[in-house]
Structure formats: structure tokens, C-alpha cells
């Protein structure tokens, strides 16, 4: 879980934002705060596959699905 | 002359079966829309117009998503003479107080009679009304009149003149929605002729495109060219494309599409994302021209993307160029139709010091400049310099066109349209150069705009909503567009001169930048760089020059040995 997370966060936070030193609340709005703009949502979702061996569908990227850290974390542990 | 209507109804009684737009869903099966279910779905939406008093010449904004929604709702504004003028829709990660304050400030320039949308929507919409403003009516999808039988005679469409306002287009952001381009029917015919004979269209053409169309790529040259003229169109929207860029590559490969407009990062993003395993089966080999424009286009682009799709049957000779804006409906140029794209290697130095693009010599550093073709055969190009004086051939200046198909003005600012024309010529705000044989080179811009994946950025807008954080003031804040060659368009900066340095501070300033920006315009900053007052370099009227701040802020990331 911990892994996961941390991962994610390493990722989002270097590749998408840009900002390798931040660390993302796990509450934190992700989508609808713009820090993962529509651009990087594909980057994302082949960084969860590659990883976690998790298939997010292209129609799964929304808000709607998930917003925040904690939430894609969910998102990932119940499909591995 | 034609307009719309009489295109239209030429289509309806030669081909009344003929698929016109096959529209993909997400998550449903593909949906062709004959000429018939188009325009008698479209007549439902006039007789809704009528019934709410809209009469021809009036203005309705189109708030609605790609879908057959919104093209009954345009193509019955066409067919009743109404002006139709799309909006693009809120998206998620804009504060829907900001585009509610946006869509007030378009009532209020544009003057619309009528704003169709969503039932679920339509609060949205009518809370950026105001007492007394133009808009008489808020119609929503739900209640519209359903399909009628076609009866040309009666759409007051069929008598627009020539001179008539046709449609109107906007560009995002407060700045651009209060400059509506406002095209007459002759202007876009006029544009449809030339541009069609440039890329010599023909009836096994096939369109195929994801493009937003409150943009005049996808507005002219993926929507009203195809249906005008009679040319299949494949359509995805955006928001799909995005989060499944493959689905463009299946679109071709399964309508055997061979016409694309792209903007440049859009290159870069399919050979970055699409994976193999999304592409079983894929045959591209029917695309014959995918046009690079409405942003700078990179030879590396083009190249990374043939890498990546070659194997799928794409040939480089399909990878094309153009060179396009709103004001002269669409295409300046277009280019490696009739012949390979030009390409020009010029001395670097030279190019960006002296503004004069010499053939490049060994051992000095070398740009490859990908030509954007010639002007199309309604169109003349000349390149000035600041007063007005046409460039020698090889020299950087100001491009200016003069055509058949300009706009008729930007909508009710008499001031803005004044502002663009010296003596007949259309002054593009974008710079470039000539060659001997009439090629056409864009090097870069006069004007502070931002252009991020084809999406016009006005920099003011971003730092007006940066003065709203706490501990940035007003004037010191300055947005420009640096560009980065892994995405293959611009990234967006923001400098603000700050009087802290708290390392707590300046992080929530930065923070609340980022944030405040992108909730506020829907734009991304990439870096937030936060500086000492004075840092900021002004114009002698008090201006921020943001030419000057973006060599400053270069300089000083170069120094520091960042890189982007």
C-alpha cells in the first residue's frame, strides 16, 4: 500500500508536475485542481500498468474515478 | 456565390443517404449521420429557433460537447440564418465561477440572442446572464422539435447573401472571447474553393479528425469543409482523443481516412503514447496528407512521428504542412501537396540575431526550418518590417496577407478589426520569412500570445489571475511560452517578483499560483519561477515586456544549470 503510494506520488510529482520535491496529500485534488492536466491522464495510466500491472480503461479517466492520491491508490489495490 | 444552405441542399437532393459524418463515442458504437438524419435533425433545432423569436442574422452560442447534438443545433442555426458561434464547454478542472465570468464577458461583446445547451446545464448558463443583456432565450437539448422533412424554401438560410455573417469563432480565454471572428458566407466559400484545389480533394478523400471546434482547424478544415463540399468526415472528440490518442490511428485504419490536421505536439503525443498493442491490424497507409498547423512546426516532430508509425504503412511524403489563422478563415499556405515539404537549413546566429535565414555553412550551427508551403491561390503574403515596408527575400519580418476570404471583423470591436489592417494587408502578428521560389517560413511572433497544442493563450489573462494571490502585485507578474522538445509545444512560465524569502512562503505562493491559474483558465504552468522585486523588466509605458522577461528568465535558468 505504502509502495504505491509512494510511487505514485514520486511519479506525479516529478514527471507530471514537475516539482520532484513535492509531496502530494493523499487528499489532495489531483484532476479537477489541474496539477494533472487532460495531457499527462494517458501518461498515467500506462505508468499504473507498467507498474502495478493495473488496466485503467481510457473511459475511466475522469474525475469521476478518481481526484486524488488516495483515491487512485484505492483504485490500484483493488484491481491487483 | 453560395452560402451554407444552398451547399447544404445540394448535398441533401443529390446524396440524401450518404453518410456525412460518422461520429465515435466513447463507450458506444459508432454513429453515421446521413445528410438526411443531419439536416431534417437539424430542421428541428431552426423550428426551435423560430418558435423562440430568433431571427436570421441574430447570434445563438452553441454550449455543447461533440456529439449529434451540436450538429443539429449548428446545422439549424445555418439552415435559419442564424449566426452560430460554439463555445467551448467547462471542463473539470476550470472553476465554474471563471467560465461563468468568461461566458458573461462573451453576452456582453457578442450580443447573442439565444444560448442552447444541456438540460442539465442550463443553471450554468443562465446564471451568467445579466439583467437587461441580449439573451432572450436559454434553449436546452431536451426540448427541442424533432426531425422534420426538409423544405429548403422555407429556411431563411437559403437567402443569406454573400456578405452575410456566416459564423462566428472565438478563441479561449477572457481576452479571446471577447474577439469573435466574424467570417461571411463569401469568405468561407471563397476560403472552401482554394483550400479544396490546394489539397486537391477528390471523392475518395475521407476526413478524420479529433479536433475542438471552436478552433478554426477543426471548425473549417475538419467540420464545414467535409460537410460543405461532401466529403466523409470521421469525428472524435477531444476530451476522448486525449485519454486514447490511438483511436485517431484505428479511425483511419478502419474508414480508410486520408486527411488529418494536427497540431505539432499532437505529433509527438501519438509517437509518445499510442502503444503497439493498441494498433493490431492498423493500416495507415491510405492517410495522403496530415497537416502540421496552428502552432510551430519541428522537423523532429515529423520524424519522430513517421518513426513510430511507419510500420503501420504511414509514408512520409503524407506528413504535410500549413500555415493557417481564424482572420483569413483557415489556410495562408499549404504545403507538400505538389511537391515534398520544403525544408531550409539556415545559419542559427544569423538567423536569431540578424533576422536574415543564409543557407547554412559547414561547421556553424544550423537550423532546419520546415517550410509552411506556398500562399494558396486567393491569398498573397508579404513580409514587412515595422513600418510597413515589404522585406527583402531570406529576412525576417511581420507576415501580412491580403485575400477573398478575410474576416468581415472581430464582432462588435470596430477597434480591434482598425487595429490589424495597414492599407488592405492583415497584419498576422507572427513572424516569418520568404524564399526566392515563394515559400513561406514562420519563425516566431510578434505579439505576446501563447500557443500550447494549438491553443491560443493570451498571456494577460494569466497574470491577471496571478495578482490574485496574496503576496503577488498587480504588475509584476509575467507569463510567456518557452518551447520544449519532448512535447513538441510550448510549456508556460509564469515570473512573479515576490518581497520574501521564506522558503514556506514562497512555496505556498507558488502553490496558490499554480493553482489560482489553472482553475482560473484552464492552462497548466509548468514552472512558477518567483523572483526578488525588482526583478521584472518593463516597457517605458509601465508594461511588463514579456519578450525581454522570458531571454532574462532563460538566462538565469541557463546559469543556474537547469534544464527544461
Known amino acids: 500500500m505504502e509502495d504505491i503510494s509512494n510511487a505514485l506520488n514520486r511519479y506525479i510529482a516529478t514527471e507530471i508536475a514537475k516539482q520532484p520535491q513535492r509531496t502530494l496529500d493523499p487528499e489532495e485534488p489531483l484532476l479537477t485542481s489541474g496539477l494533472i492536466d487532460s495531457f499527462h491522464l494517458v501518461d498515467l495510466a500506462l505508468f499504473v500498468e507498467d507498474q502495478f500491472g493495473v488496466h485503467l480503461d481510457d473511459a475511466e479517466l475522469n474525475a469521476q474515478t478518481f481526484d486524488t492520491l488516495a483515491q487512485l491508490v484505492a483504485l490500484v489495490e483493488s484491481r491487483r | ?564
Open chain 2, 1 to 564: 456565390m453560395p452560402n451554407f444552405t444552398e451547399l447544404l441542399k445540394l448535398r441533401y437532393e443529390q446524396h440524401p443517404e450518404q453518410v456525412a459524418v460518422t461520429l465515435l463515442q466513447s463507450g458506444a458504437p459508432d454513429l453515421p449521420v446521413t445528410y438526411r438524419a443531419l439536416l431534417e435533425g437539424a430542421a428541428g433545432y431552426g423550428r426551435t429557433y423560430a418558435q423562440n423569436g430568433i431571427q436570421p442574422g441574430e447570434v445563438v452560442i452553441l454550449i455543447l460537447q461533440h456529439g449529434i447534438d451540436l450538429l443539429h443545433a449548428y446545422f439549424g442555426a445555418v439552415l435559419s440564418g442564424i449566426i452560430p458561434s460554439i463555445m467551448p464547454f467547462l471542463t473539470e478542472k476550470l472553476l465554474p465561477e471563471r467560465y461563468r465570468t468568461d461566458l458573461a464577458s462573451l453576452i456582453s461583446v457578442t450580443q447573442p440572442s439565444a444560448v442552447i445547451t444541456y438540460p442539465d446545464f442550463e443553471s450554468e448558463a443562465r446564471s451568467a446572464l445579466r439583467r437587461g443583456d441580449s439573451v432572450r432565450s436559454v434553449m436546452v437539448t431536451g426540448q427541442v422539435e424533432g426531425p422534420r422533412q426538409m423544405d429548403f424554401s422555407a429556411c431563411p438560410g437559403l437567402y443569406r447573401r454573400g456578405e452575410d455573417i456566416a459564423l462566428l469563432q472565438h478563441s479561449s480565454g477572457t481576452t479571446g472571447l471577447q474577439k469573435g471572428v466574424a467570417l461571411s458566407h463569401q469568405a468561407v466559400c471563397n476560403q472552401l474553393e482554394h483550400y479544396r484545389q490546394a489539397i486537391h480533394l477528390n471523392a475518395s478523400d475521407v476526413f478524420v479528425s479529433w479536433l475542438p471546434l471552436y478552433h478554426d482547424m477543426g471548425l473549417i478544415a475538419c467540420y464545414l469543409m467535409p460537410i460543405l463540399l461532401g466529403s466523409p468526415l470521421v469525428l472524435l472528440s477531444p476530451f476522448d482523443w486525449v485519454r486514447a490518442p490511438y483511436r485517431l490511428m484505428r479511425a483511419v485504419s478502419q474508414y480508410k481516412g486520408t486527411l488529418s490536421w494536427l497540431p505539432n505536439f499532437a505529433y509527438n503525443f501519438c509517437a509518445q503514447k499510442v502503444r503497439d498493442r493498441d494498433l493490431e491490424g492498423v493500416d495507415l497507409s491510405t492517410w495522403r496528407a496530415v497537416s502540421n498547423c496552428s502552432e510551430p512546426m519541428h522537423l523532429e516532430s515529423h520524424q519522430a512521428f513517421y518513426e513510430r508509425f511507419r510500420k503501420y504503412g504511414l509514408r512520409y511524403e503524407s506528413l504535410t504542412t500549413c500555415y493557417a489563422m481564424a482572420e483569413n478563415v483557415f489556410a495562408v499556405t499549404q504545403g507538400g501537396i505538389d511537391a515534398p515539404v520544403a525544408m531550409d537549413e539556415v545559419d542559427r546566429d544569423r538567423l536569431q540575431i540578424e533576422g536574415v535565414a543564409c543557407p547554412a555553412i559547414a561547421g556553424k550551427a544550423s537550423l532546419k526550418m520546415l517550410g509552411a508551403g506556398k500562399p494558396i491561390q486567393n491569398t498573397s503574403v508579404q513580409i514587412l518590417d515595422n513600418r510597413g515596408h515589404p522585406r527583402k527575400v531570406r529576412t525576417i519580418g511581420e507576415i501580412a496577407l491580403k485575400s477573398d476570404c478575410m474576416l468581415t471583423g472581430y464582432y462588435h470591436r470596430p477597434d480591434e478589426t482598425e487595429r490589424v489592417f495597414r492599407e488592405g494587408w492583415y497584419l498576422t502578428g507572427d513572424l516569418g520569412y520568404m524564399t526566392e521560389d515563394g515559400e513561406v517560413y514562420v519563425t516566431g511572433r510578434k505579439k505576446d500570445l501563447i500557443i500550447v497544442g494549438g491553443k491560443n493563450i493570451y498571456p494577460q489573462d494569466l497574470e491577471l489571475l496571478a495578482y490574485q494571490v496574496r503576496g503577488v502585485h498587480a504588475g509584476r507578474a509575467s507569463a510567456f511560452g518557452i518551447f520544449d522538445e519532448n512535447s513538441g509545444t510550448e510549456d508556460v512560465v509564469l515570473v512573479a517578483e515576490v518581497e520574501t524569502d521564506d522558503p514556506a512562503e514562497l512555496q505556498r505562493i507558488s502553490n496558490e499560483v499554480r493553482q489560482t491559474v489553472t482553475l482560473g483558465s484552464a492552462v497548466t504552468l509548468r514552472y512558477v519561477h518567483l523572483v526578488r522585486h525588482p526583478w521584472m523588466v518593463k516597457t517605458s509605458s509601465g508594461k511588463t515586456a514579456r519578450s525581454a522577461n522570458r531571454e532574462k528568465f532563460l538566462k538565469e535558468i541557463e546559469k543556474s544549470g537547469k534544464t527544461f
